[in-house]
């Protein structure tokens, strides 16, 4: 069975700074790898998917980027948080069925 | 617009009773997942569906691509089975890209 692990649990940062969420894979070879996004109150959306290393496609803009260095793991990033990051991210995997990650929690101040 | 509507947005059951959750599309969809918000706020996988039915347990849900609909019904309510329940649907064009209902909260009463 597959398995999703992200890091940080949580995080709280400063507006303007930068950000890194990281989120791995394990127990499926080539995976489809997926990153979301939940303002508090708010509907989940997808930020960002990659079928392949070095693939990234984008969903929604929301001045974030993603890269996939790896098989098995997918980045979350930018370099100038914005209030309106804040949030809880999901990471996601799997092929044509998603599994979720436990989630970040991200306080931007 | 949005592709996905779902109800009820709130569902209040007495132990021991069912009843059904609904996702319309806008579109095809060509397939649908359910899924049930943990207590942390992440998502746990119910059902992957293509076609027809599936059954686990007191659960049981039904994708229809040609009407456009799927359904998740619960019965014999649990207490344990009060959360947000939301479906999300892939369509044919892109099945990388899921589209979220926006959930049903379920309460289950003594």
């Known amino acids: 069975a597959q398995t999703i692990h992200q890091w940080p649990v949580a995080e709280i940062k400063a507006v303007g700074s930068p950000l890194s969420l990281g989120c791995t894979i394990k127990?499926?070879?080539?995976?489809?790898l997926y990153w979301y996004w939940q303002a508090t109150g708010g509907t989940l959306q997808q930020l960002f998917y990659?079928?392949?290393?070095?693939?990234v496609e984008s969903v929604v803009q929301l001045n974030l980027s993603a890269s996939r260095p790896k098989d098995d793991q997918f980045i979350l990033s930018t370099e100038k948080l914005l209030l309106s990051h804040s949030g809880f991210y999901l990471c996601?995997?799997?092929?044509?069925?998603?599994?979720f990650g436990p989630g970040t929690r991200l306080t931007v101040l | 617009g949005d592709q996905v509507e779902q109800s009820p947005s709130a569902l209040s059951l007495h132990e021991g009773t069912g009843s059904a959750l609904r996702c319309n599309f806008t579109?095809?969809?060509?397939?649908v997942q359910w899924f049930r918000k943990n207590s942390r706020g992440s998502l746990i996988n119910l059902f992957y569906?293509?076609?027809g039915t599936k059954e686990n347990g007191r659960l049981k849900s039904a994708f229809d691509s040609k009407e456009r609909y799927s359904t998740l019904h619960i019965r014999d309510a649990q207490l344990e089975d009060s959360g947000t329940y939301f479906c999300?649907?892939?369509?044919?064009?892109?099945?990388?890209?899921?589209?979220f209902g926006s959930g049903t909260k379920l309460t289950v009463e003594p």
């Open positions: 996601a995997g799997g092929g044509e069925e998603q599994y």
């Open positions: 127990g499926k070879s080539s995976p489809n």
């Open positions: 990659s079928i392949t290393v070095g693939q």
């Open positions: 579109t095809t969809m060509r397939a």
């Open positions: 569906l293509a076609s």
């Open positions: 999300a649907a892939e369509r044919g064009s892109n099945y990388n890209v899921l589209y």
